[in-house]
C-alpha cells in the first residue's frame, strides 16, 4: 500500500511532503487537549532519528509493550476522524515516516492521552451504573 502523500527517502534521510507534514502537525496540536498541548508541541519541536525506538526502550523500560498496546485504540480512533471528517488520511503512514511514532517524546504524549481517555470513559461508565 502507497502513502497518501510522497514520501520520499534518500541516503537514510526521508522528505516528507510539507503540506502534509503540516497538516498533521496542526491536527494534532487542535486535537490534543488542553493540558497536553505544551507537551505535544515539544515532540512536535523535536527531530526524531533512527535511534529513536531504542532510545523509547531505554526510557519506558519494559512498559513500553504495554503503552504501545494502550495508546492503539486512541490511534486508530485519531487516523478514523482525521480520514473522514477532514479527509486527512495516512496518520500512521506520517508518524512512520517522520519516525514521531517511535519517539519517547510523542509517545509520553500519546499515553497521556490515552490515559485521559480512559479515566473519562470509567468515569462514564461508574456515573452510568449509578
Known amino acids: 500500500m502507497t502513502s497518501p502523500f510522497p514520501i520520499c527517502r534518500e541516503n537514510g534521510v526521508v522528505f516528507v511532503d510539507s503540506a502534509a507534514d503540516a497538516a498533521f502537525r496542526k ?11 505544551s507537551k505535544m508541541r515539544e515532540a512536535l519541536a523535536a527531530t526524531p532519528d533512527r535511534g529513536a525506538m531504542a532510545h523509547s526502550y531505554r526510557y519506558f523500560g519494559a512498559e513500553l509493550p504495554e503503552i504501545q498496546k494502550q495508546t492503539e485504540p486512541l490511534l486508530i ?36 492521552w490515552s490515559e485521559m481517555v480512559l479515566t473519562a470513559f470509567k468515569k462514564g461508565q461508574s456515573n452510568a451504573n449509578a
Open 27 to 37: 491536527a494534532l496540536m487542535d486535537g490534543v487537549p488542553p493540558n497536553l498541548r
Open 77 to 112: 480512533e485519531l487516523n478514523r476522524v482525521l480520514s473522514e471528517r477532514f479527509d486527512l488520511r495516512g496518520l500512521f503512514d506520517w508518524l512512520d515516516a517522520t519516525n514521531f511514532g517511535n519517539d519517547y517524546r510523542m509517545i509520553k504524549v500519546f499515553h497521556a
